[in-house]
């Protein structure tokens, strides 16, 4: 809980029903990795596609709750539903299977053009 595990191989790692909250994931590696039943709620993934992967990894039961999956590759996540996408903060980098809606949330939100001064 709460632990920095920045930069860290967790490839096939079994974190099975692990208490992950407040954890920070950066560049974490977490291929194939089984979290069934952890807790990521409000873990800071900010997985980068390449080192932080969630490629193959199980979450049956996983909360992500407020947990930043800004940029993370979930494409191939095993167990993963709708609700734990929409309880989880994320951006347009986010990989997500074919059958999940990415959450407005994520989406960028256009920026307002000044308005041109006066000549």
């Known amino acids: 809980m709460g632990a920095d595990l920045t930069d860290t191989d ?12 407040g954890t920070t994931l ?3 590696d977490l291929s194939e990795a089984d979290l069934n039943g952890a807790d990521l709620t409000g873990a800071n993934s900010d997985l980068s596609p390449v080192l932080g992967s969630l490629t193959g990894v199980e979450m049956w039961n996983t909360d992500l709750s407020d947990a930043d999956l800004s940029g993370a590759s979930l494409h191939e996540a095993q167990f993963l539903t709708q609700k734990m996408i929409n309880s989880a903060r994320g951006d347009e980098k986010t990989r997500l299977p074919e059958e999940f809606i990415m959450p407005e949330s994520w989406k960028k939100k256009p920026t307002a053009t000044p308005p041109t001064p006066p000549r």
């Open 26 to 28: 950066t560049l974490t």
């Open 10 to 21: 967790l490839t096939q790692a079994v974190l099975r029903s692990a208490d992950l909250t």
